[in-house]
């Protein structure tokens, strides 16, 4: 295991002090937890957004914390759900009466956590409410199965929730545009290479030189297959294929695209992905309201990345592109 | 039973960080390779909280703090289930400074009912229930022919090892491993990994 680390417990809690060094206009730390939270408290009492999960996925997600984003972080080990006292810390921050909303990423120990989470603060009178994330259509949705993981798509969630909770609006209206952002939304992902989780020391997966995994998880769950390298063009084309399939959208549709490095990717090559995902869009006769490219949900360095269509309707339209002012989004 | 209630979780302990690898590299194959890790780093966090206290000899308070230091330490799917598992078995034995098959019985019905509930997973959906249920299910019919705690939790340290063979036979429907489908099957659980070795080092302990 090649890192630029100290030592391997200790990088979660010497990654906070970094992002708290760095951005301190932005986030502070919740003292004894792994939680960040707004710098400043927001003017007007506003429903507050609390997102978290394993760390490894860097900027997400306390570098989505601030105006137009999300409220609080809570960072697990990597790539590990946090535990509920760290969430309920962070829901405790961060409340100022109108009531809390959880962004959960669909993995059952995420989802358990943040559930006992909830527990906790709803006995302390604190209204909490959550939303799950499920946008990974590599996963079999079944009734057999937990259903799809959340992925990359779960920052579009934070962007749009964030906006409406801006507004004032109602705890129940920031989660019914946090559920319409997820009902809309898919992404799907491949690697090239794997990563290494710094406390297992090797890597999670191992792939040939010339072999590529598709559908893979963010932690580095093994995907739908495996196959043969081919062109950036190809492999767009397959990963487009599939979340159009999941989510037929008729000619004249507006969407916004995510196409998100996991880590160690370059952004040349993410620009060559979205070259052919903007091509393909617009042979299907749809608007691309918004692009984002670059690293939102890595996985360590990971070598590859995912692309995530949102659905848009005038709503959604107007939430995306309002501005945000986060450590890893900016927008005016 | 008799025995020190430190020592026993201290070998619980000891045992399940001796196998972090193995329940890591079996969680890589089918999972995101964190249980081991996980779960060593939750029983450190026992140990250290167990030595920075006073002795307590009621079972029941030592056993919540056991659960409430595993579901502030594992995280993953593991940390709230067998948090929740620590802190149900507390209730029976609230109170108690030694356990007979009964108060057993109950401790660990109430383990499972906690597991089930918050995972909301039954037998045969490839996690820690196939190891544990089986497991009850074995003590309670040796505590029923009046066999000693020992006897019986001999019994059900071999029926959590069935169920962990019996994990490799079937498919996941909880869990990450889910998101495998066919795929999962041939691989062991696991969390029934890591429960059948808890059963594990209660015995050797008591055969020692
Ligand atoms: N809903 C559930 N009910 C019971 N056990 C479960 C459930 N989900 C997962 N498990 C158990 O948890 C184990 C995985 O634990 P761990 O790797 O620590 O968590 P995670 O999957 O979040 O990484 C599985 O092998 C399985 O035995
Ligand atoms: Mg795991």
Redesign the interface.
Known sequence: MKKVINVPEQVVEEMLQGMVSAHPQYVKRVDGFEVLVRANKPEAAKVALVSGG?SGHEPSHAGFVGRGMLDGAVA???????????VYEAVKAVDNGKGVLLIIKN???DV??FE?AIEMASADGITVDKVIVNDDVA??NST???GR?GIAGTVLVHKIAGAKAETGAELEEVKRVADKVIHNVRSMGMALDSCT?P??GKP??VLEDNEIEIGM?I????GTHREVLRSADEITDHLVDKILADMPLAAGEEVAVLVNGLGATPLMELYIVNRKVAALLKEKGLHIAKTYIGNYMTSLEMAGFSISILKLDSELKELLLAPADTPALVQF | MSGNLYEVISAVGEMIIGNRQKL?DLD?A?????HG??MA?GFEAVKAKLQGMEMESDIGKVLKIVGMTL???????????YGTAFLRAAAPSQGKTELDTQTIGLMLEAAIAGIKE??KATTGEKTMLDALVPAYEAFQDGANTGKTVTACLELAYEAAQQGVEFTKTIIA????A????E?SRGHQDPGATSSYIMLKALVEYLRR
Do not use: C
């Open positions: 394993g697990g080990a990597v790539f590990t759900s946090p535990t509920p006292d760290q993995y059952s120990g358990m956590n006992m996963v079999e057999w199965t937990i993981r989780v406390a297992a999670s997966f998880g932690h580095g769950e093994p | 890591t890589a089918i999972g995101d390779g964190d890790i996980n780093r579901i502030s330490s594992v995280g993953g799917a593991a940390g709230p289930l918050r995972g429907t909880k869990g990450r889910s998101y495998l489908g795929r």
